[in-house]
């Protein structure tokens, strides 16, 4: 059966079945129809997120494919769960324009997902429209004060950055112009959009603790400068309240269910290869908060949604994840190890163990964050035991635990060993993790720690823009904010063509970005596509609705 097919089959349990698993009385649960809820922000409780137990999924370099964390993390969630200890799964939320793109949803695979996937694919309960809407709203009032002739601020519309965002693939927005028309219909100046999933509202939703911190982040976005070269933020615009009041129910996290009829978090959903990656502090807090055990995942490899996650959001949120689940494919390592794309179902067990390089040197960053791992191979119907054999005899030599996990196929019973050892991990680790980089060091320093120590690149070129935008940070006082770098997912290094483990080369940092409400800066490196397009043949073309309201298509 499609993914689709098993979800349709599955019973669904009210809600309120859910939130009493939790201990959240019925009445606190803010509903959205009977399959899913937000949550309150009140029982989130400090101390109960201090003593129990996060998890982190991550992985190797992925395939074009994607190697399945979030299947593995709901599957490690249902399996820790079967063995006695009450765990909560919480994940980010699907974006819509990859959804109905190239990559399809992110609600897991086979007997291993959260349902309604329907639901949660689309629009779920609107968190992602209410991202969109504050930030062109934000947008509006920006063009708006250009456009006034009296009490304007005087900015200079060539330096504002702010786009507009739209939650779907949509190449011919990428660049436009705006206010075309006459006098009356704005000042005509170069913009563009963004996909929502990599607005700034959705990194500063993402970070934020409360609706206090959420509006003062807000507050703190940087817009551009003035005539005479002052700053402009979006609390001279007097934006932040109207914002914060957009955001006042996106920023309670969802709650919904696994197949299995266990509780699970969806809260927000930012870019890893730009953005942090990770769903949202109060998600992660509110499942410690209301289970023993917290599995959550980080987009992409270890080098990007792993490093932002400690880096950024960990110690944003005083967060210490007690041991790390990396996910390997054995089509991923037999694709590091120089096959093609076209030929990753043949048995090669050589390609595997050439493609172990990039395993092996995830592990080696996971070892200078001071964390204990469990490689988990996401098992495919196509290996054959003597490729899954490489990569157990590599971990062996590595001293790190290795296991099968058949979730796709088995849901939870076919990850007990895994969870088992993951728990004993976690359970022995007492130590929080050590940074890559300290907030003291320089902004030169923190990317050259990263590009060194997670890439393995041998240094850091910055162009002449970049340098310009150093002198920047510095003349606005920002420099003690953690960099969040923009990099390509598909390779080590900042060459997407580069796969396995790159040796001998350098990170160039064409320019560096400011996002002052998300808290962070971000580094860009490569060619980043912040709206991508539709491919050839879209997932869209075979999503259909029939006359009793039954979507089929996604996956």
């Given at each position: 059966?499609t993914?689709q097919?098993?979800?349709?089959?599955?019973?669904?349990?009210?809600?309120?079945e859910?939130?009493?698993?939790?201990?959240?009385?019925?009445?606190?649960?803010?509903?959205?129809?009977?399959?899913?809820?937000?949550?309150?922000?009140?029982?989130?409780?400090?101390?109960?997120?201090?003593k129990n137990?996060?998890?982190?999924v991550?992985?190797?370099?992925?395939?074009?494919?994607?190697?399945?964390?979030?299947?593995?993390?709901?599957?490690?969630?249902?399996a820790?769960?079967k063995?006695g200890?009450?765990?909560?799964?919480?994940?980010?939320?699907?974006?819509?324009?990859?959804?109905?793109?190239?990559?399809?949803?992110?609600?897991?695979?086979?007997?291993?997902?959260?349902?309604?996937?329907?639901?949660?694919?689309?629009?779920?309960?609107g968190?992602?429209?209410?991202?969109?809407?504050?930030?062109?709203?934000?947008?509006?009032?920006i063009?708006?004060?250009?456009?006034?002739?009296?009490?304007?601020?005087?900015?200079?519309?060539?330096?504002?950055s702010?786009?507009?965002?739209l939650?779907?693939?949509?190449?011919?927005?990428?660049?436009?112009?705006?206010?075309?028309?006459?006098?009356?219909?704005?000042?005509?100046?170069?913009?563009?959009?963004?996909?929502?999933?990599a607005s700034?509202?959705?990194?500063?939703?993402?970070?934020?603790?409360?609706?206090?911190?959420?509006?003062?982040?807000?507050g703190?976005?940087?817009?551009?400068?003035?005539?005479?070269?002052?700053?402009?933020?979006?609390?001279?615009?007097k934006?932040?309240?109207?914002?914060?009041?957009?955001?006042?129910?996106?920023?309670?996290?969802?709650?919904?269910?696994?197949?299995?009829?266990?509780?699970?978090?969806i809260h927000?959903?930012?870019?890893a290869?730009?953005?942090?990656?990770?769903n949202?502090?109060?998600?992660?807090?509110?499942?410690?908060?209301?289970?023993?055990?917290?599995?959550?995942?980080a987009?992409?490899?270890?080098?990007?949604?792993?490093e932002?996650?400690l880096?950024?959001?960990?110690?944003?949120?005083?967060?210490?994840p007690?041991?790390?689940?990396?996910?390997?494919?054995?089509?991923?390592l037999?694709?590091?190890?120089?096959?093609?794309?076209?030929?990753?179902n043949?048995?090669?067990?050589?390609?595997?163990?050439?493609?172990?390089v990039?395993?092996?040197?995830?592990?080696?960053?996971?070892?200078?964050?001071?964390?204990p791992?469990?490689?988990?191979?996401?098992?495919?119907?196509q290996?054959?035991?003597?490729?899954?054999?490489?990569?157990q005899?590599?971990?062996?030599?590595?001293?790190?635990?290795?296991?099968?996990a058949e979730?796709?196929?088995?849901?939870?019973?076919g990850?007990?060993?895994?969870?088992?050892?993951?728990?004993?991990?976690?359970e022995a680790n007492?130590?929080?993790?050590?940074?890559?980089?300290e907030r003291?060091d320089?902004?030169?320093?923190?990317?050259?720690?990263?590009?060194?120590?997670?890439?393995?690149?041998d240094?850091?070129?910055f162009t002449?823009?970049?340098?310009?935008?150093?002198?920047?940070?510095?003349?606005?006082?920002?420099?003690q904010?953690?960099?969040?770098?923009?990099?390509?997912?598909?390779?080590?290094?900042?060459?997407?063509?580069?796969?396995?483990?790159?040796?001998?080369?350098?990170?160039?940092?064409?320019?560096?970005e400011?996002?002052?409400?998300?808290?962070?800066?971000?580094?860009l490196?490569g060619?980043?596509?912040?709206?991508?397009?539709?491919?050839?043949?879209?997932?869209?073309?075979?999503?259909?609705?029939?006359?009793?309201?039954?979507?089929?298509?996604?996956?």
């Amino acid at each position: 059966m499609t993914d689709q097919e098993i979800a349709a089959k599955a019973e669904l349990k009210p809600i309120t079945e859910m939130a009493s698993k939790l201990g959240v009385a019925a009445d606190d649960l803010e509903q959205y129809g009977r399959f899913k809820a937000k949550l309150p922000l009140h029982y989130i409780n400090e101390e109960a997120v201090s003593k129990n137990k996060l998890i982190l999924v991550t992985a190797i370099s992925p395939t074009p494919a994607g190697e399945g964390k979030t299947t593995v993390s709901i599957g490690l969630s249902e399996a820790m769960n079967k063995v006695g200890k009450q765990t909560t799964v919480v994940l980010r939320e699907p974006s819509m324009g990859p959804v109905f793109g190239i990559k399809g949803g992110a609600t897991g695979g086979g007997y291993s997902q959260v349902i309604p996937m329907e639901e949660i694919n689309l629009h779920f309960t609107g968190d992602f429209a209410a991202i969109e809407k504050a930030h062109n709203l934000l947008a509006a009032m920006i063009d708006n004060d250009l456009q006034r002739k009296s009490g304007q601020l005087n900015i200079d519309p060539r330096t504002v950055s702010w786009k507009r965002v739209l939650d779907m693939n949509d190449r011919a927005l990428r660049h436009t112009i705006v206010g075309l028309g006459g006098l009356g219909m704005g000042v005509p100046r170069e913009s563009g959009f963004d996909i929502t999933a990599a607005s700034e509202i959705m990194a500063i939703l993402c970070l934020s603790k409360d609706l206090k911190d959420l509006k003062e982040r807000l507050g703190n976005i940087f817009v551009g400068y003035t005539f005479d070269k002052q700053p402009i933020y979006a609390r001279d615009l007097k934006a932040a309240g109207a914002m914060a009041a957009l955001l006042k129910d996106a920023i309670k996290p969802n709650l919904v269910q696994t197949l299995e009829g266990n509780p699970a978090i969806i809260h927000g959903g930012p870019f890893a290869n730009i953005a942090q990656g990770t769903n949202t502090v109060i998600a992660t807090k509110m499942g410690l908060s209301l289970s023993d055990f917290v599995v959550t995942e980080a987009g992409f490899g270890m080098d990007l949604g792993a490093e932002k996650f400690l880096d950024i959001k960990c110690q944003s949120a005083g967060l210490s994840p007690a041991a790390v689940v990396v996910v390997a494919t054995i089509r991923a390592l037999k694709y590091h190890g120089g096959v093609s794309l076209k030929e990753l179902n043949a048995p090669d067990a050589d390609a595997v163990k050439r493609g172990l390089v990039n395993l092996e040197k995830h592990l080696e960053t996971l070892k200078a964050f001071g964390l204990p791992g469990v490689v988990a191979i996401n098992r495919f119907t196509q290996d054959v035991p003597e490729e899954i054999a490489a990569v157990q005899a590599f971990c062996s030599e590595q001293e790190v635990p290795c296991f099968e996990a058949e979730v796709w196929g088995k849901g939870g019973s076919g990850a007990e060993e895994l969870a088992k050892a993951v728990i004993a991990t976690a359970e022995a680790n007492t130590v929080p993790f050590k940074p890559m980089y300290e907030r003291s060091d320089t902004v030169e320093q923190k990317i050259e720690k990263v590009a060194r120590s997670v890439y393995g690149a041998d240094g850091v070129q910055f162009t002449a823009r970049a340098l310009k935008d150093l002198k920047k940070i510095d003349e606005l006082g920002i420099g003690q904010l953690p960099v969040c770098i923009a990099k390509t997912q598909k390779s080590l290094s900042d060459d997407p063509s580069k796969t396995g483990r790159p040796r001998g080369f350098q990170i160039t940092v064409r320019e560096i970005e400011v996002a002052v409400g998300a808290g962070f800066l971000v580094p860009l490196t490569g060619d980043m596509m912040r709206m991508p397009g539709l491919p050839a043949k879209p997932s869209a073309e075979g999503i259909d609705i029939d006359e009793n309201g039954v979507i089929t298509g996604l996956f």
